[in-house]
């Protein structure tokens, strides 16, 4: 059996270490699925991952990666970018990476509009050190270091995209891989900071504090509590509570960073007369 | 059936499905969700398409198999 996917992973390092149903998987296929659409040239891309279960996915695929440290994904991510405008560089991060100890770099990369394409595989709790909560745990859900249930108020990391001022945010979930696979082929098709948002399962950490044990249990809640963009808008504040929209929410044009820099040390030379 | 083997390969004259065994974890994902109830597990709960012929070739199972474990392929009706 050969399949696309065999074109782009280091099949030595399977089966993967993810436990059954984890959703990092189906997200791994999504990833690989819209490159391979695309027709990237693998050495050309950089695939750059914190530290969680998830950040495990730079282990498997086979292109230029980078596993660095939990929360800096995307700094070493903007380092590259910056020192060689012409690679395509994918960070991918966890929901406590990304929106937690990451959450700075996370504004200020979409600030910034740099030229990344980051996927934030939202699995709503911290998976590898055992069930902590993160800022996308949902209200009144249950994590290890939430035992009577979580009070905060999670961030919508959709909204905190968009004000941030990425150019192209949307949503997608591990139940809809068609979806999230397009999803992810136009955000890495697009010019400055892109986000993918994908809600995703972890049966382990988090279905087993929240009366979902098995994957099944976990893709069947993610398959109710997601609902498309037009279905979301005609529903009351009510109807919304505990529900994600999914699709594409933004897709916007505006001078990535590698371009206003390349700007400005052109006008650098000019005025000191090394042109 | 042979449970030692890594990879098994079911086919009718539409459509092909395989599974890598060694790679699946048996998490029930594709047989749960697969639209026609083609699949179903096996004493390890690793799925077997016992009703391929329902199939429809939509791929589902494959695209939600978060361990590359099984594929879907249609068979080119010309090897008949
Ligand atoms: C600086 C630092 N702080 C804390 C940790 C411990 N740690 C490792 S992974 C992780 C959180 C993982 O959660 P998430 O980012 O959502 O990824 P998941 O495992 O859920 O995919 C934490 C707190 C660390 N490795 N480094
Ligand atoms: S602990 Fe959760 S996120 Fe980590 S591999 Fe297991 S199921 Fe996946
Ligand atoms: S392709 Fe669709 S119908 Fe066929 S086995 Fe897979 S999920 Fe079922
Ligand atoms: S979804 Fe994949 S890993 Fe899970 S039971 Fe099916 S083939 Fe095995
Ligand atoms: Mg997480």
């Given at each position: 059996?050969?399949?696309?996917?065999?074109?782009?992973?280091?099949?030595?390092?399977?089966?993967?270490?993810?436990?059954?149903?984890?959703?990092?998987?189906?997200?791994?296929?999504?990833?690989?699925?819209?490159?391979?659409?695309?027709?990237?040239?693998?050495?050309?891309?950089?695939?750059?991952?914190?530290?969680?279960?998830?950040?495990?996915?730079?282990?498997?695929?086979?292109?230029?990666?980078?596993?660095?440290?939990?929360?800096?994904?995307?700094?070493?991510?903007?380092?590259?970018?910056?020192?060689?405008?012409?690679?395509?560089?994918?960070?991918?991060?966890?929901d406590g990476d990304c929106s937690a100890?990451g959450g700075?770099?996370f504004?200020?990369?979409?600030?910034?509009?740099?030229?990344?394409?980051?996927?934030v595989?939202?699995?709503?709790?911290?998976?590898?050190?055992?069930?902590?909560?993160s800022p996308l745990?949902?209200?009144?859900?249950?994590?290890?270091?939430?035992?009577?249930?979580?009070?905060?108020?999670?961030f919508?990391l959709?909204?905190l995209?968009?004000?941030?001022?990425?150019?192209?945010?949307?949503?997608?979930?591990?139940?809809?891989?068609?979806?999230?696979?397009?999803?992810?082929?136009?955000?890495?098709?697009?010019?400055?900071?892109?986000?993918?948002?994908?809600?995703?399962?972890?049966?382990?950490?988090?279905?087993?504090?929240?009366?979902?044990?098995?994957?099944?249990?976990?893709?069947?809640?993610?398959?109710?509590?997601?609902?498309?963009?037009?279905?979301?808008?005609?529903?009351?504040?009510?109807?919304?509570?505990?529900?994600?929209?999914?699709?594409?929410?933004?897709?916007?044009?505006?001078?990535?960073?590698?371009?206003?820099?390349?700007?400005?040390?052109?006008?650098?030379?000019?005025?000191?007369?090394?042109? | 059936?042979?449970?030692?083997?890594?990879?098994?390969?079911?086919?009718?004259?539409?459509?092909?499905?395989?599974?890598?065994?060694?790679?699946?974890?048996?998490?029930?994902?594709?047989?749960?969700?697969?639209?026609?109830?083609?699949?179903?597990?096996?004493?390890?709960?690793?799925?077997?398409?016992?009703?391929?012929?329902?199939?429809?070739?939509?791929?589902?199972?494959?695209?939600?198999?978060?361990?590359?474990?099984?594929?879907?392929?249609?068979?080119?009706?010309?090897?008949?």
């Open positions: 059996m050969k399949t696309v996917i065999d074109n782009y992973i280091r099949k030595e390092m399977f089966p993967n270490i993810w436990c059954p149903g984890c959703g990092n998987g189906i997200v791994l296929g999504a990833i690989i699925r819209a490159i391979d659409e695309l027709k990237w040239d693998k050495n050309k891309i950089v695939a750059v991952s914190g530290i969680g279960c998830s950040s495990r996915i730079t282990g498997y695929v086979d292109f230029c990666t980078m596993n660095t440290t939990h929360g800096r994904a995307l700094p070493f991510a903007t380092g590259i970018k910056m020192a060689n405008h012409d690679l395509k560089v994918i960070v991918v991060m966890g100890i700075n770099h504004i200020h990369a979409a600030r910034r509009n740099i030229d990344l394409t980051a996927i595989i939202n699995n709503m709790i911290y998976g590898m050190t055992g069930g902590q909560y745990t949902p209200t009144d859900k249950f994590g290890s270091t939430a035992p009577y249930g979580n009070i905060d108020q999670s919508d959709v909204e995209a968009i004000t941030a001022g990425a150019s192209y945010v949307a949503r997608g979930t591990v139940y809809n891989p068609r979806q999230s696979t397009s999803l992810i082929k136009r955000a890495l098709n697009k010019k400055g900071f892109s986000v993918v948002e994908v809600i995703s399962d972890c049966p382990v950490s988090y279905g087993k504090m929240n009366k979902m044990k098995s994957p099944v249990d976990m893709l069947k809640w993610i398959k109710d509590i997601a609902v498309s963009k037009k279905v979301w808008e005609g529903l009351s504040p009510d109807e919304k509570k505990g529900k994600y929209a999914i699709g594409e929410f933004l897709s916007k044009d505006r001078p990535d960073y590698s371009e206003l820099y390349e700007e400005i040390i052109k006008k650098a030379q000019k005025m000191g007369g090394n042109e | 059936m042979n449970q030692k083997k890594i990879s098994e390969v079911y086919q009718n004259n539409s459509v092909k499905i395989s599974v890598r065994r060694e790679w699946c974890k048996s998490c029930g994902i594709c047989i749960e969700f697969c639209p026609k109830d083609v699949l179903v597990p096996d004493d390890q709960g690793k799925p077997i398409p016992e009703n391929i012929d329902a199939c429809i070739k939509c791929g589902l199972c494959e695209l939600r198999c978060p361990d590359f474990a099984i594929t879907v392929e249609g068979v080119d009706k010309k090897d008949e």
